[in-house]
């Protein structure tokens, strides 16, 4: 099994760009989790969806970030325009359910220059 | 609140020698807590959860409902387990994972 998958692996953009990041799920996990890992920092949740459903969405900056979870299987989170601040882990986690043990993917690292 | 303290960011000791990295919590309520690892280039897992009562990898932790910690403790420290170990907790009412700010684990030969 593959485990969580994200792509890319990093990424490097200019301020004010836009960025995208993609995840695809351990298969038959309806949970998904987006974490941001700032240095020196624990993981911090974003959103959290319940198959298509986003439940927790509530540390999500909405002015610049959006996420989407399409047919509750793979999700991809967008930052636009990304600011210098945003330089940071991007992680995607699934689960089979809430509560269960969370399986966290590779992660993207985002520099914004 | 929930929060989770681990208060030494680097924790470096000698092979063989016991490890123990602190974790302290702030939870109104009945708390899980895990610790999860990070391995040099490797992506972040799970080591183990109070409520399985295991050992992994000589590791174990004990929830301390009355001081509020789940302290990891090893007897003899080995090489392959320097990481980053991170305490996390998992409150039912938000169901969030709440993670420490990590603790790296340095065994030096």
């Known amino acids: 099994e593959a485990g969580v998958v994200q792509s890319p692996r990093y990424k490097i953009i200019e301020k004010k760009q836009p960025v995208a990041f993609w995840c695809n799920p351990i298969?038959?996990?309806?949970?998904l989790y987006w974490y941001l890992q700032n240095l020196g920092q624990g993981p911090e949740l974003l959103i959290r969806?319940?198959?298509?459903?986003?439940?927790?969405d509530s540390q999500l900056p909405k002015d610049r970030f959006s996420a989407e979870r399409l047919k509750g299987v793979d999700s991809t989170l967008k930052i636009q325009p990304a600011e210098l601040g945003d330089s940071a882990v991007y992680l995607c986690a699934s689960s089979l359910d809430p509560g269960q043990t969370q399986y966290f993917g590779p992660g993207t690292r985002l520099l914004v220059l | 609140a929930q929060r989770v303290t681990q208060p030494e960011k680097l924790l470096s000791v000698f092979k063989g020698a016991p490890v123990e990295l602190k974790c302290n919590y702030s939870?109104?309520?009945?708390?899980?807590l895990f610790w999860y690892v990070q391995y040099s280039r490797q992506r972040l897992q799970l080591l183990l959860r109070h409520i399985s009562r295991e050992s992994i990898k000589g590791f174990t932790a004990d929830l301390n409902k009355g001081e509020t910690s789940f302290h990891l403790k090893k007897p003899f420290a080995q090489e392959e387990d320097s990481a980053m170990y991170y305490c996390a907790l998992y409150g039912g009412a938000t169901n969030k994972l709440i993670f420490g700010t990590g603790t790296l684990l340095a065994v030096q030969p």
């Open positions: 969806y319940e198959n298509e459903e986003a439940v927790d």
């Open positions: 298969s038959g996990h309806n949970t």
């Open positions: 939870y109104s309520g009945s708390p899980e």
